[in-house]
């Protein structure tokens, strides 16, 4: 598996062009400047950089530092001191939660644009539930991610990144985000309406994919509840969902693609090693817990 990883990760780095970048857009393009590294979507540089991620990429080569540096500066907002595509969206959770999960595996951040980020979060993340809890602030004419129900996959993002900031370099202030971020994706019980519990919250979030770029799945979501040791037993159905869909050879199906850059990522409807790797991880963590109401 570690060979097979690498030899993907070397046809990656392959593609880079003279600056260390991929899929750049022309200045002529509709969503130059204020999308660059960002589209064509799944393809461009910042979404490579997490593929990279996701097939843990050695943290420490080189050919990672400059076109990471590039995307950082580029999307960073100084004003607000978030990562941003300028008006559009503004701001956006899953945007800033994938930023910060590059800037935390790939130089054990958080450095100070993740801080910033983190204390921008901390202040003004919103929770809602289909109806609006706290008093509106002034981001929720962004009703994209901030309307009546909460952008599931924001708050996914951002307990993402947090997952890959060391304990000792966690505030109290982020430690409470994370306890709300995982309060809210518990009370969902992980991929569940928090309404109709048999009805699967997100269209197509049932069906396993890799790798986890924005709309990931509910095994992306146990694995950062792994991560940050959660034991509770509104994790069991996804859990049991989970195990459901292991084949009697004991692997699991790619089930959803993201237009990916590296056809050997796998083809739908077949074994998928990667999806087998991180579902194996997960259930050997939890069948060595008792799950607690």
Known sequence: MTEYK????????NNQDENGLWKVISKTHKYYPDYLHYVPNYKASLWTLILLAELECDKNDERIRKPLEIVKTH???????IYSLKEDHFPIPCLNGNMLYLDCY???GPDEKSNRLLEF????????????????????TNTSCYGKHTCYWGIVKLLKGISFISKDKRTDTVEILKEKCINFILKHRICYSSRNPDKIMINKMDLLTFPNFYKGDFLEILWLLKREGINSEKIFPAIEL???????DGKWMLERTMNNMVASIGKVNQPNPFVTQRANEVLDYYKTQHLKS
């Not at 690498?6 to 780095?13: C, H, L, N, Y």
């Not at 989970?242 to 009697?248: A, D, T, V």
């Open 6 to 13: 690498q030899s993907i990760i070397e046809r990656i780095f």
């Open 75 to 81: 999307l960073f907002d100084e004003e607000f001191g």
């Open 106 to 108: 790939f130089n054990n």
């Open 121 to 140: 979060f901390c202040k003004n993340q919103r929770f809602d539930d289909g109806q609006y809890k706290e008093l509106k602030n002034e981001f929720c």
């Open 242 to 248: 989970l195990k459901s869909k292991r084949s009697k």
